[in-house]
């Protein structure tokens, strides 16, 4: 099985009661499960109380770090369906606790007013190499426990315009452009197209309020951790073409870094929008823990 069937098939939550999905955990290196699986599992298990409607915006805490060698449960609250909009919530718990809670909202095809920002003027993606490929040229720097799960093959491939130094980091400005598609043919299913959505989301944007401070998630003092996640979907996906992700930070203050996206296809069109706040700090001591606390 291919990495992007099993990404799909891992996004896939399974039905255990009403309202109640069981998604499994993937580790990808992160300490913790990665921010856009439980996102994607989320608007996953929203989705099966929903029909005919498709996800317009979500709004996301992530309250605990979850345990990548146990899976997820998600509670879907029913909170209203009316002529136009549905909205749900989704809490996503393990070992009985909230580790993460969601409110998404699904709108019926409407025609309306049409407007948009312009994509930015920026190369495009043939030519460049990808972060996986970047990573392997420099996988002997990579902590050995740590260098099969970065430098294994991807569902996404995502391609860096002026990409960091993750080993030799310097200060510049926190702005910063990726491409990225998925690896195979994605099926023409607008909420699995959301749902990956999502899930490439989460990826690089937290690091982007690092940028003016010369540092990298490669730093064992650093702590660096999504807080919450909005998203905006303005109009279709094709998760198989490239997309541009243009990323800024307009702020890091009181241990928290702001982050903001826009992803367009590679038409100029622009398909969503993204804001996310993390935690980003020096700490004392390295965490020895394998669990989070």
């Not at 490929?133 to 002997?140: P, S, Y």
């Not at 980091?169 to 598609?181: E, G, I, M, Q």
């Not at 023409?188 to 401070?213: R, V």
């Amino acid at each position: 099985m291919d990495v992007l069937t099993k990404l799909i098939e891992l996004l896939a939550v399974e039905a255990v009661e009403t309202n109640v999905y069981l998604g499994q955990s993937q580790d990808l290196g992160f300490k913790a499960v990665f921010g856009g699986q439980v996102l994607g599992q989320s608007i996953m298990a929203a989705k099966n109380t929903v029909e005919g409607r498709v996800p317009h915006s979500l709004h996301a805490y992530f309250l605990r770090p979850g345990w990548v060698d146990e899976p997820i449960f998600y509670e879907v609250d029913m909170i209203r369906t009316g002529a136009s909009f549905t909205t749900r919530r989704v809490v996503a718990k393990q070992g009985g606790r909230a580790i993460f809670n969601l409110a998404v909202s699904f709108q019926k095809p409407e025609e309306g007013f049409d407007h948009q920002a312009e994509k930015p003027s920026v190369p495009g993606p043939d030519g460049l190499p990808s972060e996986l490929e970047l990573l392997r040229k420099v996988q002997h720097k990579i902590p050995e426990k740590l260098r099969d799960k970065f430098t294994c093959d991807r569902p996404i491939e995502i391609r860096v315009l002026d990409p960091v130094d993750n080993f030799r980091p310097h200060k510049r400005p926190a702005k910063k452009y990726s491409w990225f598609r998925a690896v195979h043919e994605v099926p023409n299913d607008p909420m699995i197209q959301s749902a990956l959505l999502a899930y490439a989301s989460d990826y690089g944007l937290a690091t982007t309020a690092m940028l003016p401070h010369g540092v990298t998630f490669f730093d064992p003092s650093i702590q660096i951790a999504s807080i919450d996640h909005a998203m905006w979907f303005h109009r279709p996906i094709n998760m198989s073409d490239w997309h541009l992700y243009e990323k800024d930070s307009t702020s890091a203050s009181g241990g928290r870094g702001f982050n903001r996206g826009s992803i367009y296809s590679q038409d100029g069109t622009l398909v969503a929008s993204v804001a996310q706040e993390s935690l980003i700090r020096r700490r004392e001591k390295p965490q020895v823990s394998d669990k989070p606390i």
